[in-house]
T-cell receptor, first 115, second 115 residues
Framework: AQTVTQSQPEMSVQEAETVTLSCTYDTSESNYYLFWYKQPPSRQMILVIRQEAYKQQNATENRFSVNFQKAAKSFSLKISDSQLGDTAMYFCAFMRPGTASKLTFGTGTRLQVTL | SAVISQKPSRDICQRGTSLTIQCQVDSQVTMMFWYRQQPGQSLTLIATANQGSEATYESGFVIDKFPISRPNLTFSTLTVSNMSPEDSSIYLC????????????FGPGTRLTVL
């Protein structure tokens, strides 16, 4: 079974600074998908970014980018120019194709952006 | 991505009663899922809602406790039956669309408190 580990329960960053959230996973598969979801206090789960394992290029979405290290099974999220609205829980998730699209989530990292 | 709504957004219920949560999507989707998020925890998949047939439940979840319906391609319900305080959680539905078969999009969630 796949496991997803987020070793940072809480992090804090000042507005306009850069922060990196860590995620590692365990799988024997060669093809899979990785995701970062954001859950603000409103509790809505919002897709931040996705990465396909067979693509070597790291995904980017505006201020959000990932550092995908397939051999190390690492998938970190970098948030640049942090904004107060980035304050939320961030969940890393894994999906293996052919498993009825089931997502396996990490335990989450609570990010606080301060003035 | 699809626009997903859930009703109710929150509720407070007495133990022993049941609550039905609705998930409505603004377009036809291929798959619908129901998740539970216990306080301070990550998301756990309850079941996959199958259109026109019985839902597929994950280990630890049973139909008698969490009956699910999906009468068409845009609507599903989850019932939490014979509730106890341990059922207090956020319940979220998610969908896969035909245009995005590998990325789940989530509804806003239903916050349930059982007294």
């Amino acid at each position: 079974a796949q496991t997803v580990t987020q070793s940072q329960p809480e992090m804090s960053v000042q507005e306009a600074e850069t922060v990196t959230l860590s995620c590692t996973y365990d799988t024997s598969e060669s093809n899979y998908y990785l995701f970062w979801y954001k859950q603000p206090p409103s509790r809505q789960m919002i897709l931040v970014i996705r990465q396909e394992a067979y693509k070597q290029q790291n995904a980017t979405e505006n201020r959000f980018s990932v550092n995908f290290q397939k051999a190390a099974k690492s998938f970190s999220l970098k948030i640049s120019d942090s904004q107060l609205g980035d304050t939320a829980m961030y969940f890393c998730a894994f999906m293996r194709p052919g498993t009825a699209s089931k997502l396996t989530f990490g335990t989450g990292t609570r990010l606080q952006v301060t003035l | 991505s699809a626009v997903i709504s859930q009703k109710p957004s929150r509720d407070i219920c007495q133990r022993g009663t049941s609550l039905t949560i609705q998930c409505q999507v603004d377009s036809q989707v291929t798959m619908m899922f129901w998740y539970r998020q216990q306080p301070g925890q990550s998301l756990t998949l309850i079941a996959t809602a199958n259109q026109g047939s019985e839902a597929t439940y994950e280990s630890g979840f049973v139909i008698d406790k969490f009956p699910i319906s999906r009468p068409n391609l845009t609507f599903s319900t989850l019932t939490v039956s014979n509730m106890s305080p341990e059922d207090s959680s956020i319940y979220l539905c998610s969908v896969l669309t035909s245009g995005s078969t590998d990325t789940q999009y989530f509804g806003p969630g239903t916050r349930l408190t059982v007294l």
